[in-house]
């Protein structure tokens, strides 16, 4: 089975960092781009960034261009999301995703973790 584990999250003041990680196992890790998302509390899912299967290509939303970076680890099975001059506004639970398709690159997404949350808070 497909499985997407976060961690990382936690509570942090305004300027602060945090790192995500989302180990991933169940399929070949290095075939597949892959998105992160943020939900605040009663708001709806967010599309935060995404990175291809091999690293090289990357894109962000824009609340959040500059200020965060996703990467990956292949041969890890690790996706990684640096959170850096944190907002208020960033609290949320924050989730990976798998995209549907090997040839995918869009929001699209097959399969979510269960979500690290982030609390930005002074």
């Known amino acids: 089975d497909v499985q997407l584990v976060e961690s990382g999250g936690g509570l942090v003041q305004p300027g602060g960092s945090l790192r995500l990680s989302c180990i991933a196992s169940?399929?070949?890790?290095?075939?597949?781009?892959m998105n992160w998302f943020r939900q605040a509390p009663g708001k709806g899912l967010e599309w935060v960034s995404r990175?291809?299967?091999?690293?090289?290509?990357?894109s962000y939303a824009d609340s959040v261009k500059g200020r965060f970076t996703t990467s990956r680890d292949n041969a890890k099975n690790t996706l990684y999301l640096q959170l850096d001059s944190l907002k208020i506004e960033d609290t949320a639970m924050y989730y990976c995703?798998?995209?549907?398709?090997?040839?995918?690159?869009?929001?699209?997404?097959?399969?979510r973790g269960q979500g690290t949350q982030v609390t930005v808070s002074a």
């Open positions: 995703a798998k995209a549907p398709s090997i040839f995918s690159w869009s929001n699209d997404y097959d399969t």
């Open positions: 990175i291809n299967s091999d690293g090289t290509r990357t």
């Open positions: 169940g399929f070949t890790f290095r075939a597949y781009m």
